[in-house]
Each structure stands twice: as C-alpha cells, then as structure tokens.
C-alpha cells in the first residue's frame, strides 16, 4: 500500500511539476462561475490510475478528472491537483491526493506537495511527514480551548447561504484565522501546526486522502451532521475530541 501511493505520487509530480509556474491553457468546467482545469491534473490523474491498476486492476478507481472505473469494496480515490487555483496562480499550497477506501472509509492515503518536495503519508497506525529522504511522525497539537484555536479554510466565500452563519460562529470564537491554503491546511493540521479545519460542500476526492493523515495522528475529523467524511460532504478536522466537539456545537447551533 505504501510503496504503491509513493509510486503514484512520484508518477503524479512528473506531470504537474514541469507545468508548476508556466504558461498554461486553463480550461473552465464549469458554464457559470469557474472551476479551473489544466493539462497538468488530467496528465496526473492519468499517470497516478497506471500505477494503481498495474497493482490492483480489480480495485475501483474514483477521480476528479475521469470520474469512476470498477467497482470493489476497494477503492482509490484521487485529485490529482487539490487547488488548482493555487496551482495556476503559483502559490506552493496546492497538492496531490490519493486516498484508499475500504467500504467506503479511507485507511491510507497521501497528499503530495512536490514543489516544496513534502509528503504526508498516512498508513493503518502512522501518519508520517517525509522530506529530504527523513521521515518523521506526524502529530496534532492536541488543542483543547476553541478560544485559542489556529482556523483554517481555502476561502469565507465557500459558506453560501445559511452556512455563513456557521463560519461567523467558528470565525468570532476562534484566535486565528488563515486563508487560501486548500489541502494543505489539512496536512498541517495533522503536522501540530493548525488546530480546525472547516469547509463545506467537499466531494470525496477533496478529502477522502486526508482522513487518514488526520486520523493516524491522533486528530478526528467528520462531518458537520456525524456522518463519516470518507465520501465528501460538510467537514470539520480539530486537533482533539474536545476542540471537535465545541465546534460542531458552534456550527450546529447556527
């Protein structure tokens, strides 16, 4: 399992790493608003879905670029670019996700930052941070007081409509609050460096590779309704059960 998502990471960076801070055509998915796509994630979604299914054809593989293949209890789960919008815009915070599935709870994944040269693996009972050839455990911080909580989300501007409230009640009684930084403010979460993460409306490729780096460090991580946040939806990540549990009653009281 670990030498397989390595393998797909390193398969991944040789197609985002040569476009990172070039000239690129970006493509808008979407008809209203904007959803951008380059070469760079469909090149690397393609090259991480080689890799696994030279390893496990008959395992079931879901992307954000090329959607679903198969179907198995076992899935992989992919972005092959988490914020693209970082990535056009040359800021270093965007990263490859690769997530593994079992009944629809993910037990190992990876995000992948090969600019900065940084992955944060997670495998069942270790969520490590490799850098220069050293690999070294990831850990929360543990925090317990959401009055003094470091808060991360990629932008306000996710909180649409009756969410606006949640976030204003994270925001009024949180100490710090940081912007734009996608999947990776998840991973420095897990690394002691961010105490919450919360953002809405998530599909399954945006989070499911993360679980696990949170998990095997000792953070928890759900939706905002209990539900497992394998699949995508409403999430918030807390570096304890206690910092957890008093943001979910601030979110859910709004």
């Known amino acids: 399992m670990r030498s397989v998502l390595l393998k797909a990471a390193e398969a991944a960076a040789s197609q985002t790493l040569p476009l990172f801070r070039t ?32 390893t496990f054809p008959d395992h079931a593989i879901i992307g954000e670029e090329w959607g679903r293949s198969g179907e198995s209890r076992y899935s992989w789960i992919i972005d092959p670019v988490d914020g693209t919008r970082a990535f056009i815009s040359g800021a270093p915070v965007w990263g490859t996700l690769i997530g ?44 317990e007081e959401l009055a003094a909580a470091r808060v991360f989300t990629t ?43 919360i953002e809405p409306y998530l599909n399954t490729y945006d989070i499911a590779a993360l679980v696990p780096v949170i998990r ?26 206690s910092l957890l549990d008093q943001a979910l009653e601030a979110i859910n009281a709004n």
């Open 155 to 197: 932008t306000p501007n996710l909180f649409k409509g009756e969410h606006w409230s949640k976030w204003l009640a994270i925001e009024s009684r949180t100490r710090l609050q940081r912007f734009g930084m996608d999947c990776y403010g998840y991973a420095l979460l897990a690394a002691g460096h961010a105490d919450l993460v």
């Open 23 to 54: 000239t690129l055509n970006v493509d808008n998915k979407l008809d209203a608003g904007f959803d951008p796509v380059t070469e760079a994630d469909k090149g690397a979604e393609t090259a991480i879905r080689a890799v696994i299914a030279e």
């Open 100 to 143: 593994f599935a079992v009944d629809g709870v993910a037990v190992a994944g990876l995000m992948s930052q090969p600019f900065t040269g940084e992955t944060f693996l997670a495998t069942p009972g270790r969520s490590s941070y490799l850098r220069s050839g050293a690999e070294n455990a990831n850990r929360v911080s543990g925090l």
């Open 216 to 241: 095997e460090a000792g953070g928890h991580i759900t939706c905002w309704d209990g539900a497992e946040p394998t699949g995508g939806g409403n999430v918030v990540a807390a570096a304890s059960q």
